[in-house]
């Protein structure tokens, strides 16, 4: 019997589009699954519904470089940043 693993989702990013009915999450994956599958510490896996079929892509974690210039657009573009969350992105 295959093994049923149980995934916490901890995030919730999630995009809908009225037209083609698209959501999407980002799941943290467990530390017992990372090292089962030898992926790199802190992936994570993208989900994504589109017209009723799932999808998933592993992705790495982020460089520090890239975590560096994520967190200064983030802090610089925040009140963007925020009235796209109030709209829903």
Not at 47 to 65: A, C, K, R
């Amino acid at each position: 019997m295959p093994e049923v693993l149980e995934i916490k989702q901890i995030e919730v990013e999630q995009q809908k589009k009225q037209e083609s009915k698209i959501a999407s999450w980002l799941v943290k994956i467990p530390s017992n699954v990372i090292k089962e599958l030898d992926l790199a510490d802190g992936s994570r896996i993208a989900l994504t519904v589109n017209n009723g079929e799932v999808s998933g892509d592993v992705l790495p974690p982020l460089s520090p470089e890239l975590k560096a210039v994520s967190k200064r657009i983030l802090e610089k573009r925040r009140k963007i940043y925020e009235e796209l969350k109030r709209f829903g992105d």
